[in-house]
């Protein structure tokens, strides 16, 4: 029990002095968690993939497809994405905007010509002039499958009313 008491008491000193630091030293306290967070080329990141493996795409208005944003974050919007031979891609995150000529819902969705739907979201419908739009975004903390040799389309782009951005990560097939 003494101990313990000690302990808890040890414990305690610590948490104080660490609350004193972060209130005296905030720019090195900041310092420090940077440091303790920092990405490095190689590692894995917060969704436990190497950062070659993650996969940004846009979908652009007008477009019957997505395209990728390079290391760089330049994108070629003239160039389907298409999921790599040999891989999964697992997309975590979908977010998109969207308008339309009357009020109420506004619908989008991430599908391709030959497979299907994959996921979707709706949003209320804001009006912004003399059209209404909407906005949504969905996490997905698992993620949702697209397979190899599939290119995604977004129907807010490809209906040339809205695009979208999403976000996920690349895994090998079994």
Sequence with gaps: MRLLK???GILGALVIVAVILAFVAPNRARAVAAT???IVPGNTTHVGQAESRLVS???FEGKAYCSEADAEGKIDESTAYVVPKGYTLIVTD???QGSSQSSGLI????YNF???TFNGSVAVAVQTGADYQAYGHEHYATGFRVG????LADSQAVSSTGGSYVQGYLVPND
């Design 6 to 8: 000690e302990t808890l």
């Design 36 to 38: 303790l967070v920092q």
């Design 57 to 59: 795409l846009f979908c």
């Design 94 to 96: 979908y977010e998109w």
């Design 107 to 110: 619908g989008d969705f991430l």
């Design 114 to 116: 030959e497979v299907g």
């Design 148 to 151: 190899s040799g599939v290119k």
